[in-house]
């Protein structure tokens, strides 16, 4: 097992830890162990070496990223460290995305601590989740983009425990702007849609920024 693969299964079982915690009614003995074991695992983790990323000129002028098909990413997931779509993010939504031609798709399961009321999921995640799916069109149509404006409609409860499905393609182009529209369904249930304006950033300038705010 490598050691990306190792981040992964660990943040896997903190993010499993955290919906099972808000879900359980805990008693005090059982509060008092755990806070105790994981003061002590806390402790270990901000004892080890501080997480660098590299970044470079070089690096970044080479990059470049081909969106997977479904049948290409099988059970894997885009954006490690991703809010939303990291694996190895313990905090991330653990959703899963891959393209279909020239629309860009996503699924996930949400868990319990990811509610606003009973059973539903909050609204501010199922935006995260829009957002997200969107901002993969700029990658599938090779452009590097931010968000400048997002359009939610809610038409029904967004359920938790329960798998929804997002698609996302682009409606048109003007210039640096581009106009990306979704949906999300729980099953066949529409429960949310959105419309986004993203503006395209010119690649040198974009990377410059990444350099500034790394230095």
Known sequence: MTSEEQRIVAASLMRELGHEFVARDLCDDQLDDLSEKLRTQLERVRAAAPRVRELSRERLEEFSMTIPTFDEIGQGQLFSDSVVAGAANPMGLGAQLWRDGDVACMR????????????????????????????????????????????????????????????????????????????????????????????????????????????
Not at 110 to 117: I, P, W, Y
Not at 200 to 212: G, H, P, V
């Open 108 to 215: 996930v399961t949400l868990g319990k601590a990811f509610e606003g009321a009973p059973g539903r999921a909050h609204g501010g995640v199922v935006a995260a989740l829009l957002d997200e799916v969107m901002g993969l069109m700029n990658i599938i149509h090779g452009a590097m983009a931010f968000t400048a404006q997002l359009d939610i409609t809610y038409h029904a409860p967004t359920p938790v425990e329960e798998e929804i499905v997002a698609r996302a393609w682009l409606a048109r182009r003007d210039e640096r702007k581009h106009f990306v529209e979704a949906t999300l369904h729980a099953n066949d249930v529409l429960v949310a849609s959105a419309k986004a304006l993203f503006i395209a950033m010119d690649r040198s300038t974009f990377l410059e920024q990444l350099l500034i705010n790394e230095d």
